[in-house]
């Protein structure tokens, strides 16, 4: 438990937290996917979905997203253009929980090419607003380390699939992020 308060007091000299909108160091990018609720509910919906699915793809679908989130990072970073982001952001949570709630069993590679394209959107918004000279390194990490316990919580909820009615309540939270979806989607072309 010490490393972990290590990791996060090291850092946080450079950190500057969201400032006119530009994020910089560890604890920002650590930070940032817990202040949006879009990232929050989709990258919960990924380790939910993969406790659904059971083994392998508990593992294999929150380590595909990080790993996605990180290259959509990059080419956020270095500006290349990606039309669609926040459409792509909210429309991950949609389908995520409809995944969940119609219990869709897709064979693991469908699976890690659906978690994969939308977390390369959840990771060009984080990589595009880093500001210039900041640690992207340090900022990355943050957001990476984020994710997984992101996803690492949506696994613990999922394991109720195990309990009896734990089935239902697996499907009606897919039920709640899907709607979740609905509205993120109504903010974006509203």
Known sequence: MRWVA????VPAAEALAHTDGAAAGFASGFLHPLSGADHVVAMIAVGLWGAQLRAPAIWALPVAFP???ALGGLLGLLGAPLPGVEIGIAASALVLGVLILLEARLALAAALVVVAAFAIFHGYAHGAELAPGTSAVAYSLGFVIATGLLHAVGILIGFAHRL???R????GAGLLVGCAGVFFLARVFL
């Open 164 to 166: 009896p009615g734990g």
């Open 6 to 9: 290590f990791l996060l007091l």
């Open 168 to 171: 239902m309540a697996l499907r």
């Open 67 to 69: 790993m996605m989130m």
